[in-house]
């Protein structure tokens, strides 16, 4: 039977491996990021063109990775990021600043996100890396954002003019220990919070990959091994 984790367990494992020296926070950035560009290319063996969502954490950083390597083999690739780049933490800063080296980085809005798949004909790929399993407060801001992967990941399937949406270890603000969407009472999150077509995770499934909303959520979950 496959281990499945808690958010905190997983984070004791990436910290207890980098503490033994046997790898670095770069190196599992590198390696996650490597995956879940695996991953699209399994499944998206035809893109060519990729928007790559970066929120303030390592999240955003294991975004920033898959940008460059898309990038690198030949994807026509758009960064946009919430919040500062100089409020990211160390690892994902040095990501930013490689992906900078090969494109640019704009600003992660609900104006710019607002109508966003009519304005960009040929997107196949959105990669949802704002935020992941250690998220611990409710994401209740970027509506619009939210709403357009929503949509996206529902249409994508059957009307090739949405791009497919890959979630980074979790679909932003679900939580990784439940599949519950926190600060969602009243409604349906699958109606407007970020899902995805496919989650891309690191090691092993997170217990709220299967549980609550987690199975409808995450669409198709695959696990990536990064060397832990």
């Known amino acids: 039977m496959t281990e499945v984790l808690t958010a905190a367990r ?3 494992v990436e910290r207890a491996a980098m503490e033994s020296g046997r790898v670095t926070g770069l190196e599992l950035m590198e390696r996650a ?12 063996p035809d893109g060519r063109r990729a928007v790559v969502l970066c929120g303030p954490g390592n999240n955003g950083g294991d975004g920033f990775v898959v940008a460059r390597l898309l990038a690198g083999l030949g994807w ?5 990021l919430l919040g500062g780049a100089d409020r990211l933490p160390p690892d994902a800063k040095v990501n930013c600043d ?12 609900d104006g710019r996100m607002d109508g966003y798949a009519e304005d960009n004909p040929g997107v196949d790929v ?21 709403m357009e992967l929503n949509l996206w990941a529902a249409a994508s ?3 090739s003019r949405f791009p497919g949406v890959v979630s980074i270890d979790v679909p932003s603000g679900m939580d990784a220990d439940t599949g519950e ?28 990959h299967l549980t609550g909303h987690g199975p409808a959520a995450c669409g198709k979950l695959i696990v990536k091994d990064i060397g832990l």
């Open 33 to 44: 990021g490597q995956g879940v560009v695996e991953a699209i290319l399994e499944h998206w």
């Open 76 to 80: 026509q690739v758009e960064v946009l």
């Open 98 to 109: 490689r992906w900078r080296r090969m494109g640019p980085v704009s600003g992660l809005t």
């Open 10 to 12: 997983m984070r004791a």
């Open 181 to 208: 969407y926190p600060g969602y009472t009243n409604e349906n999150p699958l109606d407007s919070c970020i899902v995805a077509n496919m989650t891309v995770t690191f090691h092993r499934p997170k217990i709220g």
């Open 157 to 159: 399937p059957r009307d």
């Open 126 to 146: 959105a990669v949802d890396a704002i935020f992941g399993i250690g998220l611990t407060r409710p994401f209740l801001s970027l509506g619009r954002t939210q």
